[in-house]
């Protein structure tokens, strides 16, 4: 299972392009099961849906940070969440995935559409 982790806005409009790129890669890849959920103030949040996994029966989750850079949220908030629900989870393996933006083609991608 994989968790696309956005962080969360109070503008609902915010959310569109994650909902699509989370929509796009179901599509692509419909044997895996991609769920897009939030660091805060939108649902469902991380621990939420893992929690939901994990009572379906799934142990293995990978989080995908659609996140610019590696900031706070991804170097305390996240690692510190991921740490309380491994304990609260046993069984279940948890890989999370560097941050969206840092990717060399996310960045050429960047660089193309700036010019």
Known sequence: MQFLLAHGSRNPQWRFPFEVIAA?????QP?????????????????EAM??????GLRQ??????FWSSGRHLQEDLPA????????????????DGPLGESEMIIRAALQALQ
């Open 61 to 66: 989750y990978r989080i995908s940070p659609l």
């Open 51 to 56: 929690r939901e996994a994990y009572a379906a």
């Open 81 to 96: 969440l991921v740490a309380q629900l491994q304990a609260e989870l046993p069984g279940c393996e948890i890989r999370i």
């Open 31 to 47: 044997q895996r099961r991609i769920i897009l959920c939030y660091l805060e103030l939108w649902t469902p949040g991380l621990d």
């Open 24 to 28: 796009r890669l179901q599509v692509s």
